[in-house]
């Protein structure tokens, strides 16, 4: 991902191998008859994809602890439903940078580093009976003691800025912008920094004039801003939106496309985005999502992440409304290889430094046990 070091905000950069790989579908094509590019990201030696945490937020981490360092960061604390998590452990480990991770106890499996031991700079918290909601709630709270900083999530423009190298390098392999951007979205940010990447090529004049249109998928039963957008609504209404969420996060078929608190509101956030390229959203249900994952690693011949399915799956429903006849169509797998990486290398999983009752576990108790 380097190779965009001018467009990142760093002054320097770190160790990491991982970087999208945008190539020309032809299986997949063919059985769809639409014109589809793949920005693939995970492991998949063949097309050149080492990507070892077999998630694109392995593009988030990297200029993220670096900007750290250079603002002059000692630790950092964020919580992750797994992938998040997993990149920057995994860049922890390589960095030495210390990183506190929080997860629902129930998402533990998903945090491991890929051929080496985790390094003694990652403390891993599981909160029992909790969703990632619950997670971000502690750790913004472990974030306003003294020396520890939050990762910043949308706010933080090193994480956007690395998730748009996805639309960088798409945009470098194809010679131009696609007409169509699909993507599975949670808290959205991955779509906010495709359509910020996409204002500064189009500012660079070299790759179009046009705006992507946003396609982001959410995963039902979960999808308040699909319900908020297709009410022409700014804001999202819990009561409205995502009445019981707790219930519909547990019966999602990809539980890391969950966020209660999404940018979507804010100036610049998910609703803008949306809007400046005539996006559309997407509901997403398992058996969709189910099905697309059959077809994708059938068609395409590599294995790929729940989140990635679910886009996949609206990438499906597009085809059959017949929207994307003459056009170039960017399909983001944002993760994938798992399977194929376990088979080529051991994975090790990390343990929780500690395990708390819920959110409102005490913090200066958790970080005597942690420091």
């Known amino acids: 991902m380097w190779k965009f070091y001018d467009w990142l905000p760093a002054r320097s950069h770190t160790e990491s191998r991982g970087a999208t790989v945008t190539y020309r579908s032809d299986s997949l094509s063919r059985e769809l008859d639409i014109d589809l590019y793949v920005a693939f990201n995970g492991y998949w030696p063949e097309r050149g994809a080492e990507m070892l945490t077999c998630s694109f937020k392995e593009l988030e981490a990297p200029p993220t602890i670096v900007r750290a360092r250079e603002h002059g960061g000692k630790a950092m604390v964020l919580a992750s439903a797994g992938n998040t998590g997993r990149a920057f ?49 502690l750790a913004d709270r472990i974030a306003a003691l003294p020396g520890i900083m939050p990762e910043g999530g949308a706010k933080n423009v090193a994480r956007r800025d690395g998730m748009g190298t996805v639309m960088l390098d798409a945009a470098v392999a194809m010679k131009a912008m696609p007409d169509d951007y699909f993507q599975a979205i949670g808290s959205g940010t991955g779509g906010i920094a495709a359509w910020e990447a996409a204002l500064r090529l189009r500012d660079d004049g070299r790759f179009g004039a046009g705006l992507p249109r946003l396609h982001l998928a959410q995963n039902r039963p979960f999808v308040p801003m ?44 998910v ?15 398992r058996a969709e999502a189910e099905r697309a994952k059959r077809l994708f690693e059938e068609r395409e011949g590599i294995d790929i992440l729940p989140p990635a399915a679910v886009a ?60």
């Open 312 to 371: 996949v799956a609206a990438l499906l429903q597009a085809c059959e409304r017949g929207i994307l006849e003459g056009r170039r169509v960017l399909l983001n797998i944002t993760g994938g290889g798992q399977e194929r990486l376990e088979k080529e290398m051991p994975v090790y999983r990390i343990e929780p430094a500690q395990e708390v009752p819920g959110p409102d576990a005490p913090v200066e108790q958790i970080m005597e046990v942690l420091l």
């Open 89 to 137: 452990a995994y860049l922890s480990t390589v960095t030495g940078f210390p990183l506190i991770v929080v997860v629902p106890e129930r998402n533990v499996e998903r945090l491991w580093i890929p051929g080496r031991e985790p390094g003694p700079s990652v403390r891993l918290i599981a909160v029992r009976d909790a969703d990632y909601s619950d997670a971000i709630a």
């Open 226 to 269: 699909l319900h908020a957008w297709e009410a022409g609504r700014r804001d999202i209404r819990p009561d409205m939106d995502m009445p019981d969420a707790k219930r519909a996060i547990a019966e999602m078929y990809s539980d890391v496309l969950s966020n209660r608190s999404p940018p979507y509101s804010i100036r610049g956030g």
């Open 271 to 285: 609703y803008d985005a949306l809007k400046d390229t005539g996006g559309i959203v997407y509901g997403v249900t």
